[in-house]
Each structure stands twice: as C-alpha cells, then as structure tokens.
C-alpha cells in the first residue's frame, strides 16, 4: 500500500541500453535495497521474489478499451512486491515501450503509450521519477539484430537496414508516450548508456547502497562471433548449454576487422543527426530533463 510519502520510481530501459544488466544489479542487492525501505519489481531477473511479470503486455493490436484486460495481472505483481509503509518502489521494465521485434520492422515502439497506460492503472498513481536509457538509432537497430541473431537463424543486417532507416516513430514519441501514459512528474532521458549504480543514482537519489555487488560483465559480441553463430544455425544445428558463450569469449580475443555499422553512408549519416536532432527537442519538452552530451553519446558507441 502507498503512503503520501511513498514514491513511484520507474526506469524504462531501452533495449540494448543496459536494462538487463541494471536488472540483475537489483536482483544480487535486493536486501540492501529493501533494508533501506523500497520495494522492486523487475521482470524475471530473479525469479518471481523479483516481481516478474509473467502476463503479457498489449501491443499495437489491441484497442483502447482491451486494456483493463492486462491491468489486473500487473497490478497482482505489484501488489505482491509492495509493503506498507515503504519508502517507495523502484521498477525496472526492459520491455515497456514494445517489443524488441518491431524495430526490425523499422517501427519505433508504436505500443509506448498503450503500455504505459496499463501500468499506470495497475500502479494507481502518478510516476514521481521515470527514468529512460536511449542510445543512438544506428546502434540502437545494429544491437536489435544482434540479439536476434544470438537466438535464431536472421536474415543479413543489411536486408534490414532500409526499413530501419526509414524508421517511424522515434525517441521524441516515445519519451512523451511514457511520460504522459504514466503521468510522470518528471523525465530524466540519459542520452548514454551508463554502469548500475550510476543508473540506481538518477532513478533513486535518496537511496546509497554502501557495497554495493556488481554483475559479470556482459560477453563481448563481435562480428566473427555472430558470424560463427549464424552458420551453426544454417546447419540446423543447437548449441548445448555454455557453447555460445565459450564461442563468443574466444571470439572476443581474437583479431577484429573494423565493425561495419550496416548503413550505408547517407543512411547512417541520417539516422545520427536525427538522434541529434531529437535529443534537441526532447531537452525542450515539459517536465523532460537530458543528461548526458549529445555528441559524446554518439562518440562512444
């Protein structure tokens, strides 16, 4: 049950932006959180005593009034996560604007504002702090793929890349839709994608773990990896248990080509000064704070 004093912490990480990393972040710190009085919900990182949602969210087929049909599932996660009297909830949700599938379609997230909405109503109040990771469109659509292409047999990233180039939608839609479908007081956008505890220091100010526990490093993913890996799907092969990432660990020590970043020269050269360009905007939106330069975001991908 919420307080007056209870506040409502929402990080939407982006995918690819670090959102799992900061997931497992909470699940090995989960009593050092909840010692300083705030509840979590995440989905799946650690199991159901991490709130997981275990219902699925709407997506661009559903209409407006099939909403209330996947409230009450989130709002029973929630309610099973959250105690009375706590300082408040810090939620972490990796899939809330959409599904990482509609990017490869060059769609930007159409279902933010949908989802949003239904978590709204499952919380029963406004957001105080939503927090969103972005990164650049050219490597936000690049890492798309690549996490496909861990998974399943792809299609080269090059049949992709013009309906992503010509993308519809973008960050400025999205921010807004969260912001609004929330109703969130306030809206820091990192524009970089940051480490744990940096992320933890923009979402819950009041809260300082001491010692904090880090998660492994993510495996290093590179071309002749995914390379390897696409053919051993082509064989009609699986991998057992740990082979892909023995495979993706020695093909991070071995020699690498400069990484083509799969747009043509004028198609990256767009998709780079529209990230600019809307960072632009989004720092003039109400109630929207940007953290992060805008030319350092791109330098360091």
Same mark, same amino acid.
């Given at each position: 049950?919420?307080?007056?004093?209870?506040?409502?912490?929402?990080?939407?990480?982006?995918?690819?932006?670090?959102?799992?990393?900061?997931?497992?972040?909470?699940?090995?710190?989960?009593?050092?959180?909840?010692?300083?009085?705030?509840?979590?919900?995440?989905?799946?990182?650690?199991?159901?005593?991490?709130?997981?949602?275990?219902?699925? %969210?709407?997506?661009?087929?559903?209409?407006?009034?099939?909403?209330?049909?996947?409230?009450?599932?989130?709002?029973?996660?929630?309610?099973?996560?959250?105690?009375?009297?706590?300082?408040?909830?810090?939620?972490?949700?990796?899939?809330?604007?959409?599904?990482?599938?509609?990017?490869?379609?060059?769609?930007?997230?159409?279902?933010?504002?949908?989802?949003?909405?239904?978590?709204?109503?499952?919380?029963?109040?406004?957001?105080?702090?939503?927090?969103?990771?972005?990164?650049?469109?050219?490597?936000?659509?690049?890492?798309? %793929?690549?996490?496909?292409?861990?998974?399943?047999?792809?299609?080269?990233?090059?049949?992709?890349?013009?309906?992503?180039?010509?993308?519809?939608?973008?960050?400025?839609?999205?921010?807004?839709?969260?912001?609004?479908?929330?109703?969130?007081?306030?809206?820091?956008?990192?524009?970089?994608?940051?480490?744990?505890?940096?992320?933890?220091?923009?979402?819950?100010?009041?809260?300082?773990?001491?010692?904090?526990?880090?998660?492994?490093?993510?495996?290093?993913?590179?071309?002749?990896?995914?390379?390897?890996?696409?053919?051993?799907?082509?064989?009609?092969?699986?991998?057992?248990?740990?082979?892909?990432?023995?495979?993706?660990?020695?093909?991070?020590?071995?020699?690498?080509?400069?990484?083509?970043?799969?747009?043509?020269?004028?198609?990256?050269?767009?998709?780079?000064?529209?990230?600019?360009?809307?960072?632009?905007?989004?720092?003039?939106?109400?109630?929207?704070?940007?953290?992060?330069?805008?030319?350092?975001?791109?330098?360091?991908?």
């Amino acid at each position: 049950m919420r307080t007056e004093s209870s506040q409502i912490l929402v990080h939407a990480g982006l995918h690819a932006s670090g959102a799992e990393d900061f997931q497992r972040f909470l699940g090995l710190n989960r009593a050092a959180i909840q010692a300083q009085g705030f509840d979590l919900a995440y989905p799946g990182r650690g199991g159901a005593s991490g709130g997981g949602f275990d219902c699925a %969210w709407p997506d661009a087929r559903h209409r407006r009034e099939d909403l209330e049909a996947f409230v009450a599932p989130v709002a029973a996660t929630l309610g099973a996560v959250r105690r009375a009297g706590s300082r408040g909830l810090i939620l972490s949700e990796h899939d809330l604007a959409g599904r990482m599938a509609t990017l490869l379609q060059g769609r930007f997230y159409p279902a933010a504002r949908k989802r949003a909405e239904v978590l709204s109503r499952a919380l029963g109040g406004p957001v105080d702090r939503l927090v969103i990771t972005l990164r650049p469109y050219d490597r936000l659509f690049r890492s798309a %793929w690549e996490r496909y292409a861990l998974e399943r047999e792809m299609a080269p990233f090059v049949e992709h890349a013009p309906a992503m180039a010509a993308f519809a939608g973008g960050s400025i839609e999205v921010v807004e839709a969260l912001r609004d479908g929330l109703r969130a007081r306030e809206v820091i956008v990192l524009s970089e994608r940051t480490g744990p505890r940096e992320l933890l220091s923009f979402l819950a100010p009041g809260l300082h773990l001491a010692e904090a526990e880090l998660p492994p490093p993510p495996p290093v993913v590179t071309d002749s990896a995914i390379a390897m890996i696409q053919r051993h799907f082509r064989q009609g092969a699986r991998f057992a248990p740990g082979q892909r990432d023995r495979l993706l660990a020695f093909h991070a020590r071995q020699p690498q080509v400069e990484r083509d970043p799969g747009f043509a020269g004028l198609q990256l050269a767009d998709l780079r000064g529209r990230y600019i360009a809307d960072l632009d905007a989004l720092a003039r939106l109400d109630r929207v704070m940007v953290v992060g330069g805008v030319l350092p975001a791109i330098a360091a991908e």
